[in-house]
């Protein structure tokens, strides 16, 4: 087998690898952990006259692949949030959700860098891409939700919310133990403090909805 064959098998091998690091699951409470290869995998060689690519591991691939894939489910739900419910603050916290796009572009960017394929864009009521863990919404639950109104919308749209975003901070932590990107760790620090931020004031939301009545 040629060099080039060499390197060829061994880049699937890592994104066979991300894939199954994001399966490992992440409990709704923000305190769980997923699983990540730490055995770094080298950039492959780069064409005469171009920069050589950023050192990367399995783990950043598969912190990159899931926090876009719980993103773009995130934004998705955003979108349902003004019709169904009169909730003043469930309408701000998902206008802010669906007006960030930054982090985003920055993990897409850093794909390219890698020459990974960016994971393609969440389809509502689809069932999630295989491996993923509790953070993505199956598609009985979408199909469920986009029947809701009022009180029963916004319950529902809280606990799945809470669940995508305990998903992406335990990615975060992930790649903070295992991933090797300089890049991808600088950007799960940063991810990391918004995305704790966010999930405290969803569950004081739930927590207020439980104890003072609904507010739709």
């Known amino acids: 087998m040629t060099s080039q064959h060499l390197r060829l098998a061994a880049g699937a091998a890592v994104t066979a690898a991300a894939l199954a690091a994001c399966g490992s699951g992440a409990a709704s409470s923000g305190t769980g952990g997923v699983s990540g290869p730490a055995g770094s ?3 492959g060689s780069s064409p005469a006259g ?3 690519a950023a050192s990367f591991n399995a783990a950043d691939v598969a912190f990159a692949t899931g926090m876009l894939r719980l993103r773009s489910q995130a934004q998705a739900m955003a979108g349902l949030v003004a019709g169904r419910t009169a909730n003043g603050q469930l309408r ?3 206008a802010t959700v669906r007006s960030r ?7 897409r960017g850093l794909m390219r860098q890698w020459d990974e394929p960016a994971p393609a864009p969440y389809v509502p009521g689809t069932a999630p891409p295989a491996g993923m863990g509790p953070g993505m919404m199956r598609g009985q639950g979408w199909r ?18 809470i669940a995508n975003r305990s998903a992406q901070i335990a ?3 992930t790649e903070l133990r295992s991933g090797t990107s300089p890049q991808a760790r600088a950007l799960a620090r940063q991810v990391l403090a918004r995305r704790q931020a966010g999930l405290a004031q969803l569950r004081g939301m739930h927590h ?4 003072q009545g609904d507010h739709d």
């Open 92 to 94: 701000r916290f998902a």
């Open 171 to 173: 990615l975060c932590r």
């Open 50 to 52: 171009t920069a050589p």
């Open 41 to 43: 995998s080298p950039a």
């Open 101 to 107: 796009e930054g982090d985003a572009q920055r993990m």
């Open 144 to 161: 469920q939700m986009v029947r809701e109104h009022g009180s029963e919308f916004a319950d529902h749209w809280l606990d799945v919310m």
């Open 208 to 211: 207020d909805r439980e104890h």
